[in-house]
């Protein structure tokens, strides 16, 4: 998707990582993290048109996409995954902007208050997350995981959220998939992270609001407005702790706001950068 896109590979803590560079890069650097089961091929579209302003760099986290598999995919290191692609990219200004997972990785790493960074946008997620929402995600991606074709794949997702763009979800969901041994389809997001054996170490509520009290940067705080992961409560109170935080709610959203409501997602990270 896009003629101004290419995808690379870099090595970062032991790891080999796939990222896709959109746009000119003399542009201002544009950083996206997707969120938990997601991949960088999930912002194709968003990237395609913000490339026409900004250098868009979309990072397959740990465990995710085509950027290897480790044993520890804790918020600790994924933060100091981000932390190593600036440095290695030689990115000396740049916006970020997480989802979810990404969003959670976003905003410890602004936490750190590293040099460089500019602005901030965190989508639908926060220090303390709706324990009912987790449990649809968790069980979700615990139910089967292979399927006899892409389009199985598909109703499956069609299934857990009918709110998502069409054209989009298909994307999200051709583009997440890999053939097994036997020539099924199956997710190419690390198993474990769909073991119940292997919950993701993360911080605690106390270390979460620490984090998010410790941002300097202006930021943007979009909240699905139906969304069963991040309240309104505790949004308004993340913008009440945050001086330099806009908020902006998208009604009728769920969670997956970039999935579910493309076109007035990418006008409130437009209007803010």
Not at 25 to 32: F, K, N, R, S, W
Not at 74 to 90: P, Y
Not at 154 to 159: E, H, M, V
Not at 193 to 216: E, F, H, M, Q
Request: with cysteine; charged share 25%.
């Amino acid at each position: 998707m896009g003629k101004n896109v290419r995808d690379d590979y870099i090595h970062l803590n032991g790891l080999r990582f796939h990222f896709r560079d959109w746009g000119d890069g003399t542009a201002p650097p544009l950083i996206l993290l997707h969120g938990f089961t997601g991949h960088a091929r999930s912002w194709d579209s968003f990237a395609t048109m913000l490339s026409r302003r900004y250098r868009v760099l979309a990072l397959d986290q740990r465990g995710h996409g085509e950027t290897g598999w480790a044993e520890d995919n804790s918020t600790e290191a994924m933060v100091s995954d981000v932390a190593a692609f600036v440095k290695a990219m030689g990115l000396r200004s740049f916006d970020l902007l997480g989802l979810s997972m990404g969003g959670s990785n976003a905003y410890h790493y602004a936490g750190s208050r590293p040099e460089g960074l500019s602005r901030l946008v965190i989508v639908d997620i926060g220090p303390e997350v709706g324990t009912g929402g987790i449990e649809r995600i968790m069980s979700g991606v615990q139910a089967s995981d292979t399927f006899d074709s892409p389009e199985q794949a598909l109703a499956a997702a069609r299934a857990a959220n009918p709110r998502a763009d069409e054209a989009e979800q298909w994307h999200r969901v051709r583009n997440n998939l890999m053939r097994t041994a036997e020539g099924k389809w199956t997710y190419r997001y690390d198993r474990a992270l769909r073991s119940p054996d292997r919950p993701r170490v993360r911080p605690g509520t106390d270390d979460n609001w620490g984090a998010w009290r410790k941002i300097t940067v202006p930021t943007l705080l979009i909240r699905g407005g139906i969304s069963d992961i991040l309240s309104a409560e505790v949004a308004f109170r993340m913008v009440a702790e945050h001086s330099a935080c806009r908020f902006v709610e998208i009604p009728g959203s769920g969670h997956s706001v970039p999935l579910e409501a493309p076109a007035r997602f990418r006008d409130a990270v437009e209007t803010f950068l």
